[in-house]
């Protein structure tokens, strides 16, 4: 062989041996199939300013001042801008204790049974890393908040879905007509059910569904992630600051349980994230203690963001149901579901393999300028013909966003 | 993962519980206990009175003017055109990025090498991802009699040990420069033998590089993501709590190429999903200001390791005079220190098992109220013996700490 050719051939050697070298470093199997989101997909869609945003949950009026005021005051404490305590700032969990005591009327261990982790997010991960084992079953119901599966997934174990049906015959719908079927719901429970996720406010919130999934979870020794009456043992409840405060971009968030369960986020948490901003930690406590001082009262902001939020969710609906897509009028929560299907709007022309809605999201965020999120981001596949006419509308918003999202839907006709 | 859960930093809180019951001036614990620059509380002060924005959802990945400037700012130093979109993540704390890192990257049954001493945490995360760790030491090379204080430069690895622990299961080997808690400051010549062994064994490299800015004595910080063959393999972690003396904020990132980031940002996405909004502007703004001054007397990453230079000084001295050996850093936020000529009989106060380091911790807390930390805790199970006489000191305090631990050393001195 030649030198030319030899040299030749050293290079192509090289070359195989290059791709084989790079292709070793693939994923690692525990995120198989998770690189697809919603969000990632849609906010930048939304993020073009000329877009009337009400897609992803976040207001866009501002928090309580005096939650601004006490981050501020907060960073300018030397000690306040170093590490805390891991499982949780100790004046945050102390007001913790001092609100959830109250709610759940009972004693809460600020250090045995509160963990604070980065938003709720970072509660409902350490949650299923800490308790949910390789080969456990996690009953889930549609449509619900699209980090479960994911999430159940990554822990090794499978996710069982059951979705909310909607009674028929019903004229103006609100969310308690949408319900859980008793028979299938026990259906769902097995020897290797390890949990069940339940999310409230948001469609499911009446009182009696909630006693029968405690009756199941009693019955089938289940963990339940969520409160409550006589389910503490067994519940892991899991909150947010900023959707508390309107502060979404602060991140913070907790879980409170008992503490056999309880030690086991702790450890996820020492092994992940250790702790969690000091200074954002010290405001909400701050925010906290104020509130605490004025439950039960008009001023508190629990009661008066509720009331400020019920009349904007009057004031969607009636402008939706105006232009002919009737809401489902939700009983709590920041989001309401509308169904599409009276527009009629044909979207043959949107050749992508995707749900109805993803593709009507899409085109409304195109042709119309307002952004929504489509509802079978919360389902998963088998339901997803059943909820493919809904799209999720955040009703958070200051009234100049509210206002130009009626204009868009009173002129939705005319072009 | 709870199976194979441990709870971990037992030994941690105990000695912190310890320190506090006897209320111990505090070496041990790695932080600063002077306030973050005016510049970086300003800055974060100015983000809280932005817009509704500064409070609410940012970009998941990382807020887009701090991805904007590490993309620049460390493209700049690596000599690489880095895309703030693609190849950079922002993690809660370097913590977060170092466990994103672990999870998207090591399967079950890959092996992990692990350079002692090393920061605590790896080991159990890469356990927790199913690998396994394989340990190699940094040692002390021979000094010559008489030739000054050890430092941290002394302590090497063996290449020919070093490469024996590479073998077809190898995924990846963790590097920590400066290193925590011997403040060793790995040279080109050093970061060479490992890179090449990467390159011809196809290895990750995880650079956790947290302390970058603290250099002393001239030593320079090199990335070893900037040497030939190494940016495609290597992960390098950065931490905004190290870097602006403001650890409780818990902003960290990782830069690699797009081909691992992708992976490390959909654990990010299940796990955590992002970061604060506020204490991201601010570490975005403290970044652009560093990026115009970099290299000038007024940057802050030349006047803190300017100010820790003394301290590190002074406290070697205290040591020294009170009967131990310190091992000078070159790097770091720590210095360790040899106990094996220190004239005290501990051989009542120890348990049966423990290593000599943490007998000594215990009774420097009780009996004098020092607190520091063991340096065997930085060490695998099966090395914890050969390490066991030296104790960690945390230099990053203000003088009145050091002067109340200079007047507790001093007195012990003058005992003996």
Redesign the interface.
């Known amino acids: 062989m030649n030198v030319a050719r030899r040299v030749l051939s050293l290079m192509h050697l090289c070359f195989v041996l290059q791709n084989i070298?790079?292709s070793?470093?693939t994923?690692?199997?525990?995120?198989e199939g998770?690189?697809k989101?919603v969000?990632?997909a849609f906010?930048s869609l939304a993020a073009d300013p000329s877009v009337v945003n009400l897609g992803?949950g976040?207001?866009?009026?501002?928090?309580p001042s005096y939650v601004?005021e006490a981050?501020?005051q907060a960073?300018?404490v030397?000690k306040?801008?170093?590490?805390?305590r891991g499982f949780g700032h100790p004046s945050l969990v102390k007001a913790l204790s001092q609100v959830y005591g109250k709610v759940y009327e009972r004693q809460i261990d600020p250090l045995k049974e509160i963990l604070v982790t980065?938003?709720g997010?970072?509660s409902l991960?350490s949650t299923m890393?800490?308790?949910?084992?390789d080969g456990d079953e996690v009953i889930i119901i549609e449509p619900f908040f699209d980090?479960y599966v994911?999430?159940v997934r990554?822990?090794g174990a499978k996710p069982v879905l059951i979705p909310l049906r909607l009674k028929s015959g019903k004229k103006t719908v609100t969310s308690a007509d949408w319900f859980l079927d008793p028979d299938e719901l026990s259906s769902k429970f097995s020897s290797k059910t390890k949990a069940i996720i339940i999310n409230t406010p948001t469609i499911l919130s009446g009182r009696d569904e909630l006693q029968m999934i405690a009756d199941l979870c009693i019955k089938h020794d289940t963990l339940c992630f969520t409160t409550l009456p006589g389910m503490w043992d067994r519940t892991i409840t899991i909150s947010s600051a900023g959707k508390t405060f309107?502060?979404?971009?602060?991140?913070?968030g907790w879980s409170i349980g008992p503490e056999h369960l309880m030690?086991?986020l702790?450890?996820?948490m020492?092994?992940?994230?250790?702790?969690?901003?000091?200074?954002?930690q010290e405001a909400v406590a701050q925010g906290l203690q104020h509130n605490f001082e004025l439950m039960g009262q008009p001023e508190c902001y629990f009661s008066s963001l509720a009331e400020e939020l019920e009349g904007k969710r009057d004031r969607m609906a009636a402008f939706l149901q105006e232009a002919g897509m009737p809401p489902v009028i939700p009983e709590g929560g920041y989001f309401m579901l509308v169904d599409v299907t009276p527009l009629n709007q044909d979207l043959s022309h949107m050749v992508q393999d995707e749900a109805y809605d993803y593709k009507f999201v899409k085109w409304m965020i195109k042709e119309k300028k307002l952004a929504a999120i489509p509802v079978t981001a919360f389902v998963g596949e088998e339901s997803k013909k059943q909820f493919e006419k809904y799209i999720r509308l955040c009703f958070i918003k200051q009234d100049s966003t509210l206002d130009a999202a009626e204009a868009i839907l009173k002129n939705w006709r005319k072009i | 993962?709870?199976?194979q859960?441990?709870?971990?930093?037992t030994a941690w809180l105990e000695f912190t519980q310890l320190a506090a019951d006897h209320r111990a001036v505090n070496l041990g614990?790695g932080?600063?206990?002077?306030?973050?620059p005016t510049f970086i509380?300003e800055a974060?002060?100015e983000a809280?009175?932005g817009g509704?924005?500064?409070?609410?959802?940012?970009?998941?990945f990382g807020h887009p003017p701090l991805v904007r400037i590490l993309a620049k700012f460390f493209g700049r130093i690596v000599g690489r055109e880095i895309d703030p979109f693609e190849d950079v993540l922002v993690t809660?704390?370097a913590?977060?990025a170092l466990?994103c890192a672990f999870?998207?990257?090591?399967?079950?049954g890959d092996e992990v090498i692990l350079v002692e001493p090393f920061f605590d945490?790896y080991q159990?995360?890469v356990e927790?991802?199913g690998g396994k760790t394989v340990h190699v030491s940094l040692r002390p090379s021979q000094k010559v009699e008489g030739s000054g204080v050890p430092s941290s430069g002394d302590w090497v690895l063996s290449p020919e040990e070093l490469a024996s622990k590479f073998n077809p299961r190898t995924k990846a080997i963790v590097i920590n420069t400066p290193n925590n808690p011997l403040g060793k400051v790995y040279k080109t010549e050093e970061l060479q033998v490992i890179a090449d062994l990467c390159v011809r064994h196809?290895v990750?490299c995880i650079s956790d590089e947290v302390y970058e800015w603290l250099t002393y004595d001239g030593n320079k910080h090199v990335k070893i993501a900037s040497l030939p063959g190494m940016w495609?393999?290597t992960v390098t972690i950065g931490s905004a709590?190290k870097t602006f003396?403001?650890?409780?904020?818990?902003?960290g990132w990782a830069i690699s190429s797009v081909?691992?980031m992708?992976?490390l940002k959909?654990?990010h996405?299940?796990?955590?999903?992002?970061?604060?909004?506020?204490?991201q502007e601010a570490v975005a703004r403290g970044f652009e200001r560093e990026y115009e001054l970099f290299g000038t007397p007024e940057s802050y990453f030349q006047q803190l390791p300017a100010m820790l230079h003394q301290k590190r000084e002074k406290l070697a001295s205290c040591l020294g005079a009170a009967g131990l050996q310190p091992v000078m850093p070159e790097g770091g936020y720590f210095m360790i220190a040899d106990i094996s000529s220190v004239k005290v009989d501990l051989s009542d106060q120890s348990t049966e098992d423990e290593p000599k380091d943490f007998t000594f911790v215990k009774w420097l807390t009780k009996e004098k109220g020092l607190a520091t930390m063991p340096v065997s805790t930085f060490y695998s199970p099966e090395h914890r013996r050969e390490f066991s006489q030296y104790v960690r000191f945390c230099f990053v305090k203000e003088d009145s700490t050091l002067n109340a631990a200079e007047d507790i050393l001093r007195k012990w001195s003058q005992t003996q």
């Not at chain 1, 994923?27 to 995120?31: G, L, M, V």
């Not at chain 1, 309107?246 to 913070?252: A, F, N, R």
């Not at chain 2, 932080?31 to 973050?36: E, M, Q, T, V």
């Not at chain 2, 999903?273 to 506020?278: I, L, S």
């Open positions: 070298m790079t070793r470093h994923h690692t199997k525990r995120i998770l690189d989101n969000w990632v906010t992803q976040f207001p866009d009026i501002p928090p601004k981050l501020a960073a300018s030397d306040m801008n170093q590490y805390t980065v938003g997010y970072g991960f890393q800490g308790l949910v084992e980090c994911p999430m990554m822990a309107s502060v979404t971009g602060w991140k913070l030690r086991h702790q450890t996820v020492q092994n992940t994230i250790y702790t969690c901003p000091t200074p954002l | 993962m709870s199976r859960l441990q709870a971990r930093r614990q932080f600063p206990d002077f306030s973050p509380q974060l002060r809280l009175s509704y924005q500064m409070h609410q959802y940012t970009r998941v809660a704390g913590y977060q466990f999870q998207a990257l090591i399967e079950e945490c159990p995360m927790l991802a196809d990750l495609e393999r709590g003396s403001a650890t409780g904020w818990k902003l081909h691992n992708k992976n959909i654990i996405l299940g796990s955590v999903y992002q970061c604060p909004t506020a204490t």
